[in-house]
Every structure is written in structure tokens, then in C-alpha cells.
Antibody, heavy 122, light 108 residues
Framework: EVQLVESGGGVVKPGGSLRVSCAAS????????LNWVRQAPGKGLEWVGR??????????DYAAPVTGRFTISRDDSKNILYLQMDSLKSDDTAVYFC?????????????WGQGTLVTVSS | SYDLTQPPSVSVSPGQTARITCSGN??????VHWYQQKSGQVPLLIIY???ERPSGVPERFSGSSSGTTVTLAISGVLAEDEGDYYC???????????FGGGTRLTVL
């Protein structure tokens, strides 16, 4: 059974940094493209970014609002996905979900974690 | 930036067919995937590649595509189908994913 468990959310001041993690199990982690998606309170889903597999050069892509501030990485030896968030703004307040891409459905985000809440507030 | 347009809300009576559209100028070339999100829950994939249904998703959910508009249809709507529905696709580079703004389905 595929499981994704996010952790590391919390309250951080504007301009601060936070790293959230996503522990994965139930599939071959090193072969999976992985995404971060966020959802601000009462708002819709917003794609944050993606990391491809080492085989695909580990390429990362980011949405415009987070480019230059957020960094996605992965540890294939531990089956963990990371999202490093720097220079945080109040607009970054959201639940952050990790999601697999295309495990069983080409191009779609097919499995999701339960999310971790990040609150940026002074 | 690339945008996908969805109606903010759709309302139907139980047993009727609900149709939710997603429009974008690349949708004649790029696939769309659909998600259902009930209140307080994690998004659930219900349609991928415009028309494919993952195992376990009821047959009353279906997808279709025509030009630059993709449609999610829910036939024989049940009260439990209430929630928010989002489309997802990719931009012309294939490097950036985009969600539609979401549609709130209300079952009257």
C-alpha cells in the first residue's frame, strides 16, 4: 500500500525558513517523480514544484511564486522527499501535500499524503 | 502564466447529471486530470488522461474532451458527491503543472 506521510510543519515568522518532509513507502521511491502541492486556508490547490528521478537527472521545476525561495530534494536511500522553504511570506501559509506522479496513471498526481500545515505569521 | 478556467460553482439535484468544465488553450494537446476534494479531506484522483478512471472510482464519473475544453460528468449524482473538483494539466513546456481554480459542486 502506497503511503506518504508529511511532517515538519509549524509556525514560522516572515522571512524565516522551514523544511518539511514526506516519508514514503509501498512503492519504488527512486523510480517516482514527486510533487509538492499546497492549499491556503479556504483556497484552491496550487502546484509548488516537482523533482524527477535520478535517472531523469533529478531535475526540479518550481511554480513562479516560489522560484528562488523553495528547494525540493530527495533522499532515495531513506525514501524521503524534502521541501526547503526560505524567505517565507504570509502568502505561503498553507497545507503542504506531497504527491506521486504517474505511478499508475500517466502524468497524474495519483497518491497524496495527508498534508502538513505551515503558518507564516509574526 | 498558463491558466485553466473552471466555473466556481455547479448545483444539481440528486439523480441528475452534473457537468464541470475546464478550459485552457493547450487542452487540445495536453491531458487533463480531475480531482475530488471533500471537506477536510485529501484530494482524490477520479479521472486521468481526460477520460480514464482509476480503479475503485464509480462508473458514474466520466471525462470527455472537445477542443480546448475538457468536461467531467457525474451521472446519477449522489449527496456524497458534494465537494470541490479541480482539473490539472501542464503548460507548454511540460515543466509546470497547473490546477484550475476549482468548482464547488452542490447537491440540492
Amino acid at each position: 500500500e502506497v503511503q506518504l506521510v508529511e511532517s515538519g510543519g509549524g509556525v514560522v515568522k516572515p522571512g524565516g525558513s522551514l523544511r518539511v518532509s514526506c516519508a514514503a513507502s509501498g512503492f519504488t521511491f527512486r523510480k517516482a517523480w514527486l510533487n509538492w502541492v499546497r492549499q491556503a486556508p479556504g483556497k484552491g490547490l496550487e502546484w509548488v514544484g516537482r523533482i524527477k528521478t535520478e535517472t531523469d537527472s533529478g531535475t526540479t521545476d518550481y511554480a513562479a511564486p516560489v522560484t528562488g525561495r523553495f528547494t525540493i530534494s530527495r533522499d532515495d536511500s531513506k525514501n524521503i522527499l524534502y521541501l526547503q522553504m526560505d524567505s517565507l511570506k504570509s502568502d505561503d501559509t498553507a497545507v503542504y501535500f506531497c504527491a506521486t506522479e504517474g505511478l499508475g496513471s500517466q502524468g497524474a498526481f495519483d497518491y497524496w499524503g495527508q498534508g502538513t500545515l505551515v503558518t507564516v505569521s509574526s | 502564466s498558463y491558466d485553466l478556467t473552471q466555473p466556481p460553482s455547479v448545483s444539481v439535484s440528486p439523480g441528475q447529471t452534473a457537468r464541470i468544465t475546464c478550459s485552457g488553450n493547450l487542452l487540445s494537446k495536453e491531458y487533463v486530470h480531475w480531482y475530488q476534494q471533500k471537506s477536510g479531506q485529501v484530494p482524490l484522483l477520479i479521472i486521468y488522461k481526460d477520460t480514464e478512471r482509476p480503479s475503485g472510482v464509480p462508473e458514474r464519473f466520466s471525462g470527455s474532451s472537445s477542443g480546448t475544453t475538457v468536461t467531467l460528468a457525474i451521472s446519477g449524482v449522489l449527496a456524497e458527491d458534494e465537494g470541490d473538483y479541480y482539473c490539472l494539466s501542464t503548460d507548454s513546456s511540460g515543466s509546470h503543472q497547473v490546477f484550475g481554480g476549482g468548482t464547488r459542486l452542490t447537491v440540492l
